[in-house]
Nanobody, 126 residues
Framework: QVQLVESGGGLVQTGGSLRLSCAASGRTFSRYTMAWFRQAPGKERAFVAAITWSGGSTYYADSVKGRSTISRDNAKNAVYLRMNSLKPEDTAVYYC???????????????????WGQGTQVTVSS
């Protein structure tokens, strides 16, 4: 069982930066693929970024590629999402997700993750 708690959201101006954090409980955190998803009002939850258990592989949605970095610290049971050059369309609730058995190639699918945090709001003003 893994519990996830996100933090770091807030209001930021266009072009600004944020670092989201996700604190995880559970002794086997280091074995989990971790991901960030986001959900804007009226839209479905969408993949943002994922990182494998070792941190050796990372994946990004095209919409954030080049201006976002996902990282993890297994010693601290934490995963992070650094987002730069924020745009109004980045406004959403950001969710941390975890799963111990993500098959390669499906890390972007919402239904592949068993554990979710409550989310943190990110609002980018224009």
């Amino acid at each position: 069982q893994v519990q996830l708690v996100e933090s770091g959201g807030g209001l930021v101006q266009t072009g600004g930066s944020l670092r989201l954090s996700c604190a995880a409980s559970g002794r086997t955190f280091s074995r989990y693929t971790m991901a960030w998803f986001r959900q804007a009002p009226g839209k479905e939850r969408a993949f943002v970024a994922a990182i494998t258990w070792s941190g050796g592989s990372t994946y990004y949605a095209d919409s954030v590629k080049g201006r976002s970095t996902i990282s993890r610290d297994n010693a601290k049971n934490a995963v992070y999402l650094r987002m730069n050059s924020l745009k109004p369309e980045d406004t959403a609730v950001y969710y941390c997700a975890a799963d111990p058995a993500i098959v390669a190639g499906v890390h972007w699918r919402v239904d592949q993750y068993d554990y979710w945090g409550q989310g943190t709001q990110v609002t980018v003003s224009s």
